[in-house]
């Protein structure tokens, strides 16, 4: 069963702090790496996706990726009360598929 | 360009009941998923279609059909509802198959209750 691994929360952190977020996965044939945010009662929304080793970075959002320890993780710098919502690690099947699996997301609370 | 749309946004059935959840894209997308999300399990994958005329079982198919009608639609059928299908049903679609950046982009959602 392939899996994929978030702390639940809830992360809490204060406005202006940096947020991190993390997520492993079983599935070593796994080549791409999605995080979404689902606000409450809405339907997820792509933030970024990584595949290559190491750190990507857009705006406040750095996505990290480590193959070999199979971690995916996303940090977001100052953390703003409209980043709380709950954050989504998505990985995409190895091989043909264009399938995704989720992970149960961590809830995060930014405090003004 | 509307993105992906769902309907019925809300629907409450008595158990016995069917009914069929509509997903629609316009976004020229080959691949088109279905997924039920509970509180604290996630996103599970129900059907999905990789391309026009062709639909796969995802990790939860038991209960449900699905239609892949032409390429921009894809429906959801549930014969006989039950209590254990309330939830909240997301409708995605992404880019042609074969890319590592393939984005999978959802609806609004439809909110099920089973009595």
């Known amino acids: 069963q392939k899996e994929v691994e978030q702390n639940s929360g809830p992360l809490s952190v204060p406005e202006g702090a940096i947020a991190s977020l993390n997520c492993t996965y079983s599935?070593?044939?796994?080549?791409?790496f999605f995080w979404y945010r689902q606000y409450s009662g809405k339907s997820p929304e792509l933030i970024m996706f990584?595949?290559?080793?190491g750190d990507k970075e857009d705006g406040r959002f750095t996505a990290q990726l480590n193959k070999a320890s199979q971690y995916v993780s996303l940090l977001i710098r100052d953390s703003q009360p409209s980043d709380s919502a709950t954050y989504l690690c998505?990985?995409?099947?190895?091989?043909?598929?264009?399938?995704?699996?989720f992970g149960t997301g961590t809830l995060l609370a930014v405090q003004p | 360009n509307a993105g992906v749309t769902q309907t019925p946004k809300f629907q409450v059935l008595k158990t016995g009941q069917s009914m069929t959840l509509q997903c629609a894209q316009d976004?020229?997308?080959?691949?088109m998923y279905w997924y039920r999300q509970d509180p604290g399990m996630g996103l599970r994958l129900i059907y999905y279609?990789?391309?026009?005329?062709?639909?796969d079982k995802g990790e939860v198919p038991n209960g449900y059909n699905v239609s892949r009608l032409n390429k921009r639609e894809f429906s959801l059928r549930l014969e006989s509802a039950a209590p254990s299908q309330t939830s909240v049903y997301f409708c995605?679609?992404?880019?042609?198959?074969?890319?590592?950046?393939?984005?999978?982009?959802f609806g609004p959602g439809t909110r099920l209750t089973v009595l």
């Open positions: 995605a679609s992404s880019e042609p198959s074969g890319s590592r950046t393939d984005t999978q982009y």
């Open positions: 599935d070593r044939g796994s080549q791409s």
């Open positions: 990584i595949y290559s080793n």
């Open positions: 998505a990985v995409k099947e190895g091989g043909a598929t264009n399938k995704l699996i």
């Open positions: 976004m020229n997308h080959n691949s």
């Open positions: 279609s990789a391309s026009e005329g062709t639909t």
